[in-house]
């Protein structure tokens, strides 16, 4: 394994956790001023929660991460489904 790091100025060439970080630093951490770390802790944690559970991803679809990954989960269950199924016809 080798470590790639992005070009310094070149953003763009980790965009998604680039905008992740816009959007954290926009909506959480611009937001509140930390005097501990367990008030940064306290914090943070829900907007994480909102973020991964309850926030649309236009990136998902408009779906949540949550929504996104039982669809995932569905899709793959009737796949497997449809592979069980078209074996059983070979007996």
Same mark, same amino acid.
């Given at each position: ?7 310094? &100025?070149?953003?763009?060439?980790? =965009? ?5 970080? &816009? ?6 951490? /611009? ?8 008030? =940064? ?10 973020? /991964? ?15 996104? =990954? ?22």
């Amino acid at each position: 394994m080798q470590l790639s790091f992005i070009r310094p &100025g070149k953003p763009n060439e980790n =965009a998604h956790i680039e905008s992740f970080n &816009g959007k954290f630093r926009d909506e959480c951490l /611009n937001e509140h001023w930390f005097l501990t770390l367990q008030h =940064a802790r306290g914090v943070i944690e829900p907007w994480r929660i909102e973020y /991964n559970t309850e926030r649309e991803h236009s990136s998902l679809g408009k779906r949540t991460p949550q929504e996104y =990954a039982q669809m995932l989960i569905q899709r793959s269950e009737k796949a497997v489904s449809l592979t069980a199924d078209s074996r059983s016809g070979r007996d």
